[in-house]
């Protein structure tokens, strides 16, 4: 942990303010990776969930718990914290140079709405591991996303008032891996 930056103590978007609280460990026995944790603030202020950002790649961060996760807490949920959060996080998480997986099990609707106000492009849909936490939490599926946030300030997004076609978030894997990086 000790060679990670220290990151900024305040990002924000729109009426988000995301908050740096602490480092995380990694464990290269379990494939887990460092990375960051910041409390996610809502506009009244008040703490409306937390967001992180895992540093590095394993099977376990890029098929099943993702670069970014996020959580929102039930009375602040329907606010867009978490699609907030994740810009005002994207442009600092695109200095590491890295592109950014971020998974979701199948059915949770408000992670799919927040990944799809992105502009994530989808990957694939996965089977977690029996062995893997997430499996013993009862999340048996993972759909993964491919994000690419603009390192200049502003995240890739989907244009306000424009629609984009269901096919248009479905790339194959290997377009996806042979572009490397996507541009809306």
Known sequence: MEDLPEPPARLTHAEVEIVFSHRTPGDARKGLVPGYHFIIRGRNGREAGHIN???????????????????ILPQHRGHRYAEK?????GPWAATFGMDLIITTDPDNAASL???????????????????DPHFLRGSFRK???LWVPEPGGLSCGRPRGRGFPKSFFRLPLHSVLATN???V
């Open 85 to 89: 959060a994740c810009r005002a996080l």
């Open 53 to 71: 950002l895992r540093i590095g790649s394993t099977p376990h961060v890029t098929g099943v718990a993702g670069h970014i996760g996020y959580e």
């Open 181 to 183: 990086r996507i541009f």
């Open 113 to 131: 709405r927040t990944i799809g106000n992105l502009a994530a492009r989808f990957i694939d849909e996965v089977d977690v591991p029996e062995d």
């Open 143 to 145: 759909r993964r996303y």
